[in-house]
């Protein structure tokens, strides 16, 4: 029995580990079965010989490609000199770089003559770039030629066509066949097919027109300019409609469009497309057929419906109440909607094939033109683009101008970054440096900070060739703080400097710089400036080595902004309309005194480099006309009020003077009924005439610079940021900056 | 020996069960083996029918077991490429769809191999890195199999190296297949184009409409938005295993490695080596190298000999010249170095221009400035070189390093063009990991003052202590920009007071309530809130002053995009117990604001309620503490920026809350929110807070000046 079991037994293991044998296998195939299913789905299957395939190249292929000898590199570029011209001109083919070596960058614009008719557009252009600081008079010097021949419309139907053009700068002996020359266009081609022709032979001059048709954009050479209406403002610019980010960024309508409908024609596709969305409720799209003469003759049977429909709403309501606008192509490929959609916050949508967007070599079109899903960040950088580059005829022009710019210098010109960034491309110089971190914007998208030292600049003017006390005391003290990194002296007095013994032994480097005795030299950008923050001083400023460094501190928070001790303001005088400005105590500030302030040393090179010369010589000739000038500069980069912070007893020049100011500053956004703010002064102590010339020159210095912004930059704050336990009653012992609580 | 033991002893107790029931036993034994036999038969017959064919002949494939197609001389060639296409012109779109995952679908041909009429192959089959491209493709989320649903087609045909081809017979392959239709949407990649003498700066094949990812392209032939540049591969990549170096000043300051430079070239590179000396290395071909030495992997100088591509990560700058064609594998090698590449090749199309910033990775000199080089070079700041060398790296590591990257990216490019509303970001495509990591993106970026009319929305959080509520409602109305007045409800057993009983105020009061008594009820975004200041307060702050709450308003205008508050906080690093830990004592710093009382953007409430990260919303809810915290985080992760802390004020206290045993039941409170900090900052995975040193106060405070002309003379206490 028992050896019957096992024999049984045997045989069922025997029989079982048989089984296995054969079908284990296969159900093992059967578990990982699904997985192969998808395999067998494969078109691209995983070869069993892939790793016997050879290489697409030799090793030895690739890194010595071709035959070096013919032809020569020199022979080469020679070669594509003559090819390469005209429709398929590249900077390299049909720019002169030896032009901007010698004198820069600089545009010549030609004289303009009384028998020629401009248009009210292109007399613009020709101002914004004779006030731009690459004009120069004199053609010598020059790498950039601008016709003085009105070439905007070239539609040869329109009354403002200029004929003949050809001929005329045949003439021209500095033509040079186009090479170095910038052509402006808005309007080019007409009816029917409102081609591409401008009607004369640009030859090798860099276009740039509005429409421009990505076919016949020549890549890297041409610029695409927004089509801008001729009541377009010349400078300043009105300020984007977005005053507020609303959220949810809901507006009554989500998509709107209003406009003429081409019955027949080019463009007339895209338009007619649009009455299909129209629901009347959130999207809104309202088209007429009145349009040219003979409208009625085209009609078909919608027209008359939609042109009642037309009639219901207003352009201006629908821009200011949508989220997204519709710009599509009319005629040409763009049209004045385009602008009108980003001034508005409206989101566009664009409806326009083959269009070269405007500005499309610096503009990243991707962040503000197609639907995202953060409709906010959208609404914001409308704004961002709309303020930076497109309010006013200048900064059309100008953009214009700094692309080219950045061409011929590629090493030393914009990522991506400083055009796509606040405060966009026309701020952000390459000149001071291609390095993020070195300007004071663009800390938080690199997750960085500003250097933690900094620069006293000390301007001294005194007569006296010696070193009086206060200044004797003003160094110390800022030699203490534990974030002083140097000294630096301007010596502006027309006395020789004293001799290094003279100066007080400091912990601290300090080095003195023989400046002249313009008042401008005081914002030169020094190499000597190693420091990201600069403290401005004058000589008569009283500081503690506290108040130094609170200063600082805060201003490491706010490094793009002007963070310093005594302040002024402006606000809007209604009487005789105009901005008025004032040294006088009020609740609120506008203006710090760079006579004790931090601020970037990227401003040193913004005042020097970006403000035209004349601007210069006008702080240079009137008095404390420096302080208005630099902080409007710092407003209109940042849009933001300076910082006033914590002082400890009140600086010499703050002592209000008593001059007479009218009543009623409704402009002040505070003069509201709960918080009367009226003009106040302390007993004047310095009352006299000589501060009364000084405030005439200030409020004349205003007044320019006001006219050349175009704006009033400045904006006003409320607010003095102090320590946290600024004169609270606590122990003097808990306090990090005891000394700012003493009377 | 130890087996049997076992069964021996296992055996005498299973043989007597056995004996009772061993029929059944058998009978079930034998009915399993009987089982289990005819299942292996079955096994044994039916995998023919269930598996299809196809998975096991692929298992077997082998690339040069592929259908061979014979190709007439006179079948149909493709025109030329044609310079004027562009997405919207030559690429059909509706093919590509609306498609809710916003990601095109690419087919890809099967591998086929094409002889011409006399049974002569047209190319080589397959080479190694286009059969990589290709797995990479078919392994993507972009692949699919069916040809009637795809938008993007990609051929099998090889034509990586265009001097491997027949260009003639390559094109009539190209034309026959299935949905060739003139070459739209088609992909073609290419690394070498051109040939002797010309070499043409794209691939000679006609192709007709079919897009080009090609290596090499010159600014002429390029057609901007519509082909893809893409950059040549080098082997090496795979074979040398280069570690990330540090970036910051290395041995040479310039370095040339590339063999057979055009002897202009070389003469130019010889002469700045001659001026400028040891800082500059002018590597070659090594002549005098033992056999067996691969002389890809070697460089000399005179007779220093160097490893290569080793002796890339020596040097600052490494120079990439044009050869015969623009694009050069070098430039590969150069940036897995973590060199900066100096390119010098006019009119050259980067690699991915379209969507990568070189200017941040690479300095472009035209070749007419190549003497100046020294001297650019020279000027670019030495913090920028670091930052370049980091972002050459990672442009080698995202785009470069391999087939599959330069694959997914090129396909990526195509992808953002056909759904530009989905299109990846200029960050998310350059900003190296660290950068991404620690950078902000302000939502509120744009720099506005709002202005001062539209006024601010209270709202109030109540549960039942109905009395301070109405005096805190009667104060906050005093405030001159409260617009609306907003009370929360949060206690379900009981209904708010009648109307009637509500204090009689200006302004719209509004009350809210609340299916369940949770603190994240503050900080919800109602509809009801229309402004978009927003004072959070509790139903027990009275103390505030009319000037106090209106000059935190203004404040708020000026810094609309933080937390605007009285009492301030702080969290402070507890080196003994290495973690963090709260502070409410008098401290000189800031880096909270109690939102007992705060101003904020309303665009804050929606973050907190939607996208707050981790489960901070329900592990506040459920501790019923810390929202404050909780916003503080918030707030300061998304803007990268400090709280704003107004007025001297220090505490809310209350004439209603005496002090019952104060000091424990405030340790107890400190544990608790020293632990809500270590929390959160694990949840964010960093610590986002911002310490500083100020406060705001209105302009003329305390200053000696006549209070009734000061805007906010009674701005409290402490």
Redesign the interface.
Known sequence: MQTRKKYIFLTLLASWLLLFFFAGERLLRFTSFSERKTEAQRNWPHWTDQSLLKSFADPEELQSDGDPSVPSPRERRAAQLSIYKNSRCRMETCFDFSRCEKHGFRVFTYPRHRDQPISESYSKILTSIERSRYYTPNPEEACLFILSIDTLDRDHLSGQYIHDVDEKIQGFPLWNSGRNHLIFNLYSGTWPNYTEDLGFDIGQAILAKASFYTESFRPGFDISIPLFPKDHPQRGGERGWLYQDSVPPKKKYLLVFKGKRYLTGIGSGTRNALHHIHNGKDIISLTTCKHGKDWERHKDTRCDKDNVNYEKFDYQELLHNSTFCIVPRGRRLGSFRFLEALQAACIPVLLSDGWELPFAEAIDWGKAAVVGNEKLLLQQQTQFLWDAYFSSVDKIVHTTLEIIRDRLLQHRSRSRVLWNALPGGLLALPDFSTHLGDFPFYHLQRGSSPSKRFTAFIRVTSMEGSLSQPILRLIQAVSRSQYCAQILVLWSSEKPSPPRGKWPQTTVPLTVIQGRSKVSDRFFPYAAIQTDAVLSLDEHMSLSTSEVDFAFVVWRSFPERIVGFPAQSHFWDAEQRRWGYTSKWTNELSIVLTTAAFYHRYYHSLFTQYLPAGLRELVDGLAACEDILMNILVAAVTKLPPIKVAQRKQHKEAVPQQVGREDGDAGMPLAGEWSPSPPWSPPAKGKGTASGRHLSQQQDCLDQLVDWFGYMPLVSSQLRLDPVLFKDQVSILRKKYPLLDKP | MCASAKYNTRGPAL?PR??TK?RIY?IT?FSI?LL??I??GI??FW?HSI??S??WT???????DVPVVKLPADSPIPERGDL?C?M??CFDVYRCGFNPKNKIKV?????KKYVDEYGTSVS?T??????EL??A??DSEF?T?DVNRACLFVP?I?V??Q??LRIKETAQALAQLSRWDRGTNHLLFN??PGG??D?NTALDVPRDRALLAGGGFS??T?R??YDVSIP?????SAEVDLPERGPGPRRYFILSS????????RSELEALQAENGESVLILD?CTNLSDGV???RKRCHRNQVFDYPQVLQESTFCVVL????LG???LSDVLQAGCVPVIIA??YILPFSEVL?W??AS??????KMPEMYS?LQ???Q??IE?MQRQARWFWEAYFRSMKAIALATLQIIN?RIY??A?I??EDWNDPPA?K????????????????S?GFTAIVLTYDRVESLFRVITEVSKV?SLSKLLVVWNNQNKNPPEESLWPKIRVPLKVVRTAENKLSNRFF?YDEIET?AVLAIDDDIIMLTSDEL??GY??WR?F?DRLVGYP?RLHLWDHEMNKWKYESE?????SMVLTGAAFY???FN?LYTYKMPGDIKNWVDAHMNCEDIAMNFLVANVT???VI??T?R?KFKCPECTAIDGLSLDQTHMVERSECINKFASVFGTMPL?V???????????????EK????PNIGS?
């Open positions: 043989i056995m004996k061993h058998y034994l083996v289990g036999l299942a292996t096994f044994q995998p598996e299809s196809n998975d692929i298992e077997k494939r082998s690339v040069h004027s562009r919207h012109t087919y890809i041909y099967s591998l080589n397959i080479s190694r890195e286009y059969n290709l797995t493709i078919s692949y199999d099998s090889d990586l190296n001097n491997a690394m070498l002797p003498p070499y600014t002429w390029y901007q938005g040549v591969y080098s082997p090496l590339q063999m057979s430079l055009h002897p202009e070239y071909k691969p002389a890809v044009r050869g015969a064609r050069q594998a070098v006019d009119s910033d200017k941040r300095v472009v000199i035209p070749e007419e650019i000027g670019v700041p913090r920028q930052e953002d530009p509303y299109a970001s200029y950068v990591w620690s950078s902000v993106s302000n939502p509120l970026f744009l720099p506005l003052i709002p202005p001062q539209q001159p975004p978009e209106q000059f203004e404040v000026e609309p301030g008098w401290t000189n710093e800031v953007h309303k665009y929606y990268g920026k400090s802390k107004v001297p220090k911002k500083v040193e100020h406060r705001a106060d209105p302009v003329l405070y305390k200053d000696d000046f006549p002309l000061k805007s906010f402490l």
